[in-house]
Structure formats: C-alpha cells, structure tokens
C-alpha cells in the first residue's frame, strides 16, 4: 500500500508542477499567450517580459510554490521514504518543464512535445521544501548571479548549484536533519536545468545571449553600444 502511496507522490509531483502558472498569469493581465513571447517559455522572466515586473513575479512565485508543496506532501505522507522526498520535486520540475497541460503539435497536428519552462523556481522550492532556511541562501545569491551578470540562464542554472552547496555542507557538518539523498536532489535538478537551458548555453557561447537591462551587466553594456553609435554618428559625420 505504501508503495502505491509513494508512487502517487511522484505522479502528483509531476501533475503539481505542470500547472502552468506564467501563462494563466499573463493570460489573465494582458490575454497574451506566453508562449508567443520571447522564448516561448512559462517561467517568471518570460511572464515579466509578457506582462510586466509584478506578473513575472507572482509568476516565480507560484512555481517556487510547486516544488514546496511537492516536498511537503511528500513528507507528510511518506515520512520515512527520503528518496520520495526527492522524487516528488524531481517531478514537479519535469512537469514544469514538460507541462502534460501544454502539448504543442507541428501544422499537420502530430503530436512535437510538452511546452513549459527551464526549472529554476520548482527546483528552488524543493531545495525549501527539503530545507527551509536554503531560501536565505540560495535566493540571495541567485539575485546577485541575477542583476550582477543578467543572464536569466545562469541564474537558472545557479540555483541548482548553489543548493548542492548548501546540501554539501550541510551533509558535511552532520546537520540535524541532512541526508545524502538531499545533494542528489540538487545534482538531478542541475541536469533537468541543463538540458533545458542547452539552447541559452549555445547562446552564452556565441556571445549571443540575452542580457537583463536592469542587471550592471545589461546596464554596462547598453551604455557601451549608445558610446558606440555615438563615435560611428561622429565618424558619419566627418
């Protein structure tokens, strides 16, 4: 019974973290569909580009929301399981990845994939759910990764790796609380978020990524290209 119970878990997992927060957020603000914006994806940095600051906000929100209650049911009813404990967000990721609730067919209605985010936030809420104090860590950083470098990508991919470290540690100290199983959380979101991001990684290495204009990076190098037109309006000129 208890192994039906555990599987069930992580099906709800999967089905909690499909809930496409951005695009019943964005769709209610402006009846856009996220999914014709920008990257196309569900998360908070498309929702904050399709309807603003506080809808991409709520947005993030509510997906950190998933990954903790994908957690906390699992510890509710699977007390002693700590690998259901990590399947659930797994799951809640995948699903927020991989929404069951967004299918996108080609122009002939054949069946291509599940549309949906990159991650970050469900993977930061069941770094919560497993530990709550992580969030005074990891978000912190995360915001610092965010408006120091601009890359929505990197700050993606950073929670992952900031919540192995702080998993790491916590393992190391022989923390109340800690179990191995908890790294291996961080290290599987790492790889969910990777794969996800794999088209944002080809970017960053090009040179051809999107930076955040409220970031020091986004703000360094718009003032960079307005120097630039500048000298080639006075080069035009002469």
Known sequence: MQLLIDIGLVVLGYLIGSIPSGLIIVKLKTGKDIRQVES?????????????????????????????V?????QWLSPANHWVHILAPIAAILGHNYSLYLPDFDENGRFKRFRGGAGGAPALGGAIGLW?????????????????????????????????IVMAVRLAVGAPGAYWT????????????TVALL????????????????????R???????????????DDVE
Not at 70 to 74: E, F, I
Not at 132 to 161: D, H, N, Q, W
């Open 220 to 234: 360094i190098k718009a003032r960079k290209e307005l120097q630039r037109d500048a000298e080639e309006a006075l």
């Open 70 to 74: 994908a957690v906390w049911l699992a």
């Open 132 to 164: 709550a104090p992580s969030v005074l860590i990891i978000l912190p950083l995360g915001a610092l990764v965010f408006f120091s470098l601009g890359y929505a990508s990197v700050t993606t991919l950073s929670v992952a790796f900031f919540a192995i």
């Open 182 to 193: 908890d790294v291996v959380y961080g290290v599987v979101a790492g790889a969910l978020l």
């Open 40 to 68: 196309g994806r569900t998360g908070g940095t498309n929702a904050m580009r399709a309807a603003g600051f506080w809808a991409g906000l709520l947005t993030a929100f509510s997906d950190i929301l998933k990954g903790i």
């Open 199 to 218: 088209p944002n990684i080809k970017k960053l290495l090009s040179g051809t990524e999107r930076v955040v204009n409220i970031s020091l990076h986004g």
